[in-house]
């Protein structure tokens, strides 16, 4: 084989990282909190899909503020929700955490939940409720999330 399409034909035979892991139904992605809009995850096994991620409740710029000069205690509810479908003739069991990571990488919230979707359901969602420090959120820049897909 030619070397100089070795490296370009292995790339896109293993695709991108998340990829790696459809083999079992494990998927893992550190991606930017979604906070204006949808995070495309693609992720699918056995018909089975996990399509986006969209944060629900994100606080508003005058509620990060008065966090920030008034009451650095302050907590919000976020619900993280995962759109999810199924093209297969099997129900799905699906499982999702999440880690909210601050500037250096920490931990600052966790949060998980499982549900399933029926056989030829091409749009549904399946929710990640976390209750979390606004300041935390506001000023997290990235969030781990990962999932298991098993069909029935």
Known sequence: MNRRWTLPLFLALIGNSSDLFAADGSFEKTIPVPRTADARLGWTYQGCSVESLTLRNYPDDEDIEEARSKDPGDKTWLWWEFNVANRGDRKCQ????????????????SSDRGGSVDAGELDDDIRVSTLMKTLDIADAPKVRVRATILPK
């Open 94 to 109: 699906m499982k999702f955490w999440l880690e909210v990571l601050d500037k250096k990488g920490n931990v600052v919230k």
